[in-house]
């Protein structure tokens, strides 16, 4: 089992950045792919950038030139910079990761994005 702890989220005016982390643990070794996931109220979760251990980085449309993902493998954490942060980029953010056999979840963590 993987366990996966998100921090980072909160309420910040349009325009304005916040920094997502999440910090795995447990049987991380055999994890090759971590990325972060959202949803908003009446939508499905939704793919926002995942990274492979490789350094293959992978972004929704929605996202991409504002968000960046970035991983430090030695710490079993993986980042969100989210900058220029819209009202529509309000949901809650899962951190996921994936050992080739299962994928894991975090709890999530609010992002409120103000107009």
């Known amino acids: 089992q993987v366990q996966l702890v998100e921090s980072g989220g909160g309420l910040v005016q349009a325009g304005g950045s916040l920094r997502l982390s999440c910090a795995a643990s447990?049987?991380?070794?055999?994890?090759?792919?971590m990325g972060w996931y959202r949803q908003a109220p009446g939508k499905q979760r939704e793919l926002v950038a995942t990274?492979?251990?490789?350094?293959?980085?992978a972004y929704a449309n929605s996202v991409k030139g504002r968000f960046t993902i970035s991983r430090d493998n030695a710490k079993n954490t993986v980042y969100l910079q989210m900058n220029s942060l819209k009202p529509e980029d309000s949901a809650v953010y899962y951190c996921n990761a994936r050992d080739g056999l299962s994928p894991y979840w975090g709890q999530g963590t609010q992002v409120t994005v103000s107009s």
């Open positions: 990274k492979h251990n490789g350094g293959t980085a």
């Open positions: 447990g049987r991380t070794f055999g994890v090759n792919t």
